[in-house]
């Protein structure tokens, strides 16, 4: 067997404002808990197997995506001095991008923007193994780290910034919208955005997607009471929580919940808070929008964005839109 994880403890600062989000969020009605926190070391190592299951085709068809049209991507975008990446992952779509297309061997800058020091750690072994890229790793949220980025872009040059794996999805449409303002903001008209999307499919293959028979989505989502459990000193019982996942037909969403097999009280001390659960009573713990190719342009444009290329999936329906920001 290989050597246990190592899980680090979380920064003074993280734990407090960890704290104050799961006091605040837990409050509301429904209960919910910010999607961004699945992602400690364990819930990014058990995203990453996720991606590799075989109902789950997101990864594997934006792969396809990058390799079939990596050359038309850095022709579209013009000379590029800088590669930005928004949740990196383990670096191998960024790698994957620079390999196909033939940029490889270019001694980009290459900047990574991530919460997770884990991700940013593996993203940048897995880039300096393979390429000459000059690495700076952010650590913070997406809008911290473009606020870094924005303060030095004039040292950056030109820049083709990466939100990929639907990422997007996770705002809610306003919010997606608000958040492609600010990543317009912070790149300028002279540089341009590589987004990744996952389109709206049949119901049956989302629900897969989201609730796998092996069950590794399932501990991806538990994961996140037992890192409640961990840095808040709270008591949940993790087994008496069950995974359901939701297709929102109407709003074009998949929705993951948590939701209680029992009644039960929760003690979270570092958050100064208690929480009573009904029988059947949920915690919604992410939402990933699905969306149809011409509502992604709609959304780009809706934040200052044009469209210079858009290409498709048509196997498991996945899109990668380049877009630059209006002069």
């Not at 992952?89 to 290459?110: C, I, N, Q, W, Y």
Request: with cysteine.
């Amino acid at each position: 067997m290989s050597e246990p994880l190592a899980i680090p403890a979380a920064t003074a600062d993280v734990r407090a404002q960890f704290a104050a989000d799961v006091r605040y969020y837990l409050s509301l009605v429904p209960r919910q808990l910010p999607s961004k926190y699945l992602y400690d070391p364990l819930g990014s190592a058990l995203f990453e197997a996720i991606t590799r299951l075989p109902w789950y085709p997101l990864q594997r068809a934006e792969a396809r995506l990058l390799e079939a049209h990596a050359r038309a991507i850095f022709g579209a975008a013009g000379p590029v001095d800088t590669l930005v990446e928004l949740g990196p992952g383990s670096g191998e779509k960024l790698l994957t991008l620079m390999m196909a297309g033939g940029r490889a061997s270019v001694p980009f800058d290459v900047r990574l923007i991530d919460i997770s020091p884990v991700a940013l750690s593996r993203a940048t072994q897995t880039l300096q193994a393979h390429s000459p890229a000059s690495v700076t790793r952010y650590e913070g949220t997406y809008e911290a780290g473009l606020e870094r980025f924005a303060a030095e872009r004039d040292r950056a040059g030109r820049a083709l910034v990466m939100f990929l794996g639907s990422n997007l999805g996770n705002f809610d449409p306003p919010g997606a919208e608000a958040f492609l303002r600010s990543v317009n903001a912070a790149i300028g008209c002279s540089s341009v955005l590589l987004l990744g999307t996952d389109l709206v499919k049949p119901a049956r293959d989302l629900l897969l997607a989201y609730d796998d028979p092996l069950g590794v989505t399932a501990a991806f989502n538990r994961n996140l009471l037992v890192r409640i459990n961990r840095d808040l000193q709270a008591d949940f019982e993790v087994a008496a929580f069950a995974h359901r996942v939701v297709w929102n037909r109407d709003l074009l969403r998949i929705e993951m919940h948590l939701v209680s097999r029992r009644s039960q009280r929760v003690r979270i001390r570092g958050a100064q808070f208690e929480l009573a659960l009904q029988q059947g009573e949920s915690i919604w713990t992410e939402s990933s929008y699905k969306y149809q190719p011409e509502d992604v342009h709609t959304v780009l444009a809706r934040a200052g964005f044009r469209v210079l290329s858009q290409w498709i999936d048509e196997t498991d329906l996945f899109a990668l839109t380049l877009a630059q920001p209006e002069g």
